[in-house]
């Protein structure tokens, strides 16, 4: 069992910046990916960035140079920077950690993530 908590949400204008947090918890020695995920109203949950223990990373498109994902492994965090924020950034952004008994290079699929947090708003606004 792994239990995830996310921090940092909240209203930011347009351009600005927001720092993400997800705390890790419990059976945490079998997790090799943690990411996160992010769902607008009436929209589908879609994957924002991941990074495996290793340190590897990946990111949607729609957020690569301007969020960066990283791990302190010896606090169990994982992290999500946000820089030049847009309205269409505005979400509920979920903490996720990659089943492990998944197969290899499933990252990418919604359905190979079984621990959630409970999510964090984030609204980008005027």
């Known amino acids: 069992q792994v239990h995830l908590v996310e921090s940092g949400g909240g209203l930011v204008q347009p351009g600005g910046s927001l720092r993400l947090s997800c705390a890790a918890s419990?059976?945490?020695?079998?997790?090799?990916?943690l990411g996160w995920f992010r769902q607008a109203p009436g929209k589908q949950r879609e994957l924002v960035a991941v990074?495996?223990?290793?340190?590897?990373?990946n990111y949607a498109d729609s957020v690569k140079g301007r969020f960066i994902i990283s791990r302190d492994d010896a606090k169990n965090t994982v992290y999500l920077q946000m820089n030049s924020l847009k309205p269409e950034d505005t979400a509920v952004y979920y903490c996720?950690?990659?089943?492990?008994?998944?197969?290899?290079?499933?990252?990418?699929?919604?359905?190979?993530?079984?621990?959630w947090g409970q999510g964090t708003q984030v609204t980008v606004s005027s």
């Open positions: 996720t950690s990659h089943n492990p008994k998944a197969p290899a290079g499933t990252w990418w699929q919604l359905a190979t993530y079984n621990y």
């Open positions: 990074i495996t223990s290793g340190g590897s990373t």
């Open positions: 419990g059976s945490i020695f079998s997790i090799n990916v």
